[in-house]
């Protein structure tokens, strides 16, 4: 128990030390100090509730995925009938319930219009399931139903590029250091220090920016679609028809930008379109001449110019109604790409920085006062022992902040409470076993036979206590969300190198101070 | 150098004697706090009930003008606003419901730069130390997994020491747990302090802490009733409490000193959550000698609950002192 070799004390030590060099960085920076840019950096960033900035959850709802998988999947089926060869004819497309249903009118062409739908459909991921299930009944009627693997699958893909698309939006509004994770199954979480206003990233995050260009018809036209103008626009209150199909889509776009116009030094976003896009508007702009053409984002319109000349460079200026901020603010929407899903921000919070920084300064200082006061006390009960405790406190307390660098973990205000609560812990340990010495020697033990038994004895005691702690930390950190999951995860790496500091090495400590002392009783 | 001992060698108090008493009142208390959560009930944090609160602090004034805050953001029509003081007397939190029908979280953003500019406007050194805003969905699901973690760490612990001790040890654990969380909840109603996220995990840790003492008690517990077939159970008991009483109170003394500097010194803002811990300290102290030990006569544990099995016969101590 006592016998630590050489290579067991330099291992010891070497792990110890490893852990502890790598919480310099973070404590040269939460001194308030620069750490050279040529050296490695691993540093415990401080969460938002230290260092002040804004939290916002997004949420995408999977019904709207749903629907418009619904809508994909009809206009699909609708093409590939009308497109066969013979032609297969068909009634009413319903899609309501989650599910298209249709009747064909010639019952013989039921295997023909299979082999043409299955190949729609595809296997759900891994789940062994398909994503659509495809019922014939009463002989002609074809049932086409979502699954709710299929439905998943899609929601999945639509929140990876959502969270891409996010990205690019904050990206654009040169913000530092912004976290974005996705969250469970359909929510978004984006963090960014420092902002202190986050209405306009809401603005910015809650536009889904798709951009269309449609040709304005007369009301009543067939196939026309009704659309309102934007808020905000000189058409407010009012609203146009378009033909719904044959339009050109914002996908097709390569670059939008700010500007203002040359003329009347009006706000606009300046659009290039690609190649084909370039060739479809020239197209669409030449076949219409003099006739009216509606630009609109997100279902609203934002202006119908009529087309004076045909515009062949694919280059085109929107205008309507733009404030600078705006129209800054499309450009950065319309660069990152349309968002699959519609995002509802269902949590938010922002945290001033002095709040922040005042958090920081009473959290070191009662830190400090604390461990201070715990040290002393220590060394006041258990003399030599209580140093070795205390040294091992401070060890326990490096480590920590070490590994959190390593693992790239966030410090927030509830994982101070579990630092200090942590050191809490180290010092049971050792008040465990330096009792258990106390009570051996008062049985007549003698020094060395007292000590190891009281490492022996207490170890029992404090490994249960651990696994019970730890057994609580690991359920806050998989339930929890936020304040919970962070003070978790500092419970449970303190409880880790808790266990080392205050039993492995504090035994080297005094296994190494009997050998060469040999004391005859113990001031304990 | 001569070393501080608070608890001097050898006592030998006898805590079971009391533990009807002690039972009783514990019991009581644990009623009268199930009788201030129906009343009272708890006041919910925004994460739990949905909403948003807006935290301002007064920098010019020595306290915050709460009457006066009351009616200038009552009268922009959204409701009456939850004025509460928080750590100092110039810093409050104002809690709005959320506007209904606001499906794009559009009202609420409005309601929001209302409140915040009537605010600074009415009052010259307000500063807005922050703004937070959850959904009713959101803080449903939120108190929904913050009380699943608290009951599942409860009954996984307990499984725990049922399985490292006895079924006897598993029950008394739970129920000292169980009274260490109603008391503290009892004096959250009875103070109606916020209780939020942070208090939950405020409560997962003094569960945690209250269990060590349990532990160490139990283990000791463990021990004894190997060395001591033939002592009954009220006076091995009570040895094994005295024995480990000068650890507890070290241990307990620890945590105090680096809770009371938190508290009394630490951010105003996990005020609440530390004062939750510092109250379950002495709670869980208390419960571990009084509730978790004297629970294990009535549950009936035998001498021989813990016959040593062959493998752990060897680790027996050679038995310097049979007689206690």
């Known amino acids: 128990m006592l016998n630590f070799p050489l290579w067991k004390r330099l291992w010891l030590w070497g792990i110890t030390l490893v852990f502890a060099i790598t919480s310099v960085p973070t404590l040269v920076s939460l001194a308030g100090g620069s750490w050279p840019e040529f050296l490695p950096r691993p540093v415990v960033n401080l969460g938002l509730d230290l260092a002040g900035g804004s939290h916002i959850m997004l949420e995408a709802r999977p019904e709207q995925v749903a629907r418009q998988r619904l809508e994909t999947m009809e206009e699909s089926v609708r093409t590939a009938l009308r497109s066969a060869t013979p032609r297969i004819q068909h009634g009413e497309i319903s899609s309501a319930n989650g599910e298209l249903s249709f009747m064909l009118d010639d019952a013989s062409q039921v295997d023909a219009a299979r082999d043409l739908i299955e190949p729609m459909t595809t296997g759900a991921g891994l789940t062994g399931q398909r994503d659509w299930t495809i019922n014939v009944v009463d002989g002609s009627r074809f049932v086409l139903k979502q699954t709710q693997a299929g439905i998943n699958q899609t929601l999945d893909s639509a929140m990876a590029s959502a969270t891409e698309v996010v990205r690019k939006r904050i990206d654009g509004l040169g913000t530092r250091e912004p976290i974005i994770i996705r969250q469970g199954s359909n929510r978004i979480v984006v963090q960014v220090p420092g902002l202190q206003d986050p209405e306009e990233l809401k603005e910015l995050l809650g536009q889904t920016a798709e951009l269309e260009f449609k040709l304005v018809v007369p009301t009543n036209e067939p196939g026309g679609q009704v659309l309102p103008y934007a808020p905000g626009t000189i058409g407010e209150g009012t609203s146009i028809t378009v033909r719904r199909l044959g339009g050109i889509r914002g996908d097709s776009l390569t670059n939008a930008q700010a500007t203002r116009n040359s003329q009347n030094n009006e706000p606009v976003v300046s659009i290039q379109f690609d190649a084909q896009g370039a060739q479809r508007f020239a197209k669409l702009t030449t076949e219409n001449v003099r006739k009216q053409f509606a630009i609109i984002l997100d279902g609203e319109v934002i202006s119908a110019p009529s087309i004076n000349e045909p515009i062949l460079g694919g280059q085109a200026q929107i205008s309507g109604s733009f404030t600078p901020e705006t129209a800054g603010q499309l450009a950065i929407a319309l660069n990152s790409g349309a968002l699959p899903v519609d995002l509802t921000v269902i949590e938010e919070s922002t945290i001033s920085a002095e709040l922040g920084a005042d958090s920081i300064d009473k959290g070191i200082l009662a830190m400090g006062v604390g461990s201070l006061l715990l040290v002393i006390f220590i060394i006041v009960t258990y003399g030599r022992f209580g140093v070795y405790a205390c040294l091992a406190l401070v060890l326990n307390f490096l480590m920590i902040l070490g590994v959190m660098a390593i693992m790239g973990s966030t410090l927030t205000l509830p994982g101070i409470a579990g630092f200090v609560l942590t050191i809490g812990a180290a010092v049971d340990a050792n008040v465990l076993i330096n009792e258990r010495i106390r009570e051996e020697r008062a049985r007549g033990r003698r020094v060395v036979q007292a000590v190891e038994l009281g490492y022996k004895e207490a170890s029992r005691a404090i490994f249960d206590a651990n696994i019970t702690n730890i057994i609580a930390a690991v359920l806050m950190a998989m339930i929890g969300s936020g304040p919970v999951k962070g003070f978790a995860i500092v419970l449970l790496i303190g409880i880790i190198t808790s266990v080392f500091t205050a039993v492995t090495m504090t035994r080297m400590w005094v296994a190494g101070w009997l050998r060469k002392a040999r004391p005859a009783d113990l001031a304990l | 150098m001569k070393l501080l001992k608070l ?309 027996e101590p050679d038995g310097v002192t049979r007689k206690a």
């Open chain 2, 7 to 315: 608890v001097p060698d050898n006592t030998n108090i006898h805590f079971l004697r009391w533990r009807m008493p002690f039972y009783i009142v514990s019991v009581l208390l644990m009623l009268a706090s199930y009788g201030l959560l129906a009343v009272n009930g708890l006041n919910l944090g925004v994460d739990f009930v949905g909403g948003q609160a807006i935290r301002v602090t007064f920098t010019q004034d020595a306290e915050a003008p709460i009457p006066a805050l009351r009616d200038e953001v009552d009268a922009l029509g959204y409701g009456e606003p939850t004025i509460q003081q928080m750590g100092n007397p110039n810093q409050v939190s104002l809690r709005m419901r959320l506007p209904e029908d606001d499906a794009d979280g559009g009202l609420a953003a409005k309601m929001t730069r209302e409140i915040v500019s009537t605010i600074e406007q009415a009052h010259p050194g307000a500063r807005i130390d922050g703004v937070e805003s959850v959904s009713g969905q959101v803080s449903s699901e939120l108190f929904t997994s913050g009380m699943l973690a608290l009951g599942l760490a409860m009954v996984g612990i307990s499984i725990y020491i049922w399985l490292r001790f006895e079924w006897q040890f598993g029950v008394g654990a739970l129920f000292a747990l169980l009274h260490d969380v109603t008391l503290t909840l009892g004096l959250f109603s009875l103070t109606q302090m916020e209780f939020d996220l942070n208090i939950v995990a405020a409560l997962l840790t003094l569960i945690g802490y209250s269990l060590n003492d349990n532990i160490v008690v139990y283990d000791r517990v463990r021990e004894n009733l190997k060395k001591y077939r033939r002592m009954p159970l009220p006076e091995l008991l009570d040895l094994s409490v005295n024995e480990t009483l000068s650890r507890t109170v070290v241990t307990s003394l620890s945590l105090l000193i680096t809770l009371l500097a938190l508290l009394l010194l630490g951010p105003d803002v996990i005020f609440g959550f530390t004062a939750a811990i510092t109250v379950g300290i002495f709670v869980g102290t208390y419960s571990s000698i009084f509730m978790a030990t004297p629970i294990l006569i009535w549950l009936g544990v035998k001498p021989d609950s813990f016959v040593p099995t062959k493998d752990s016969a060897g680790d």
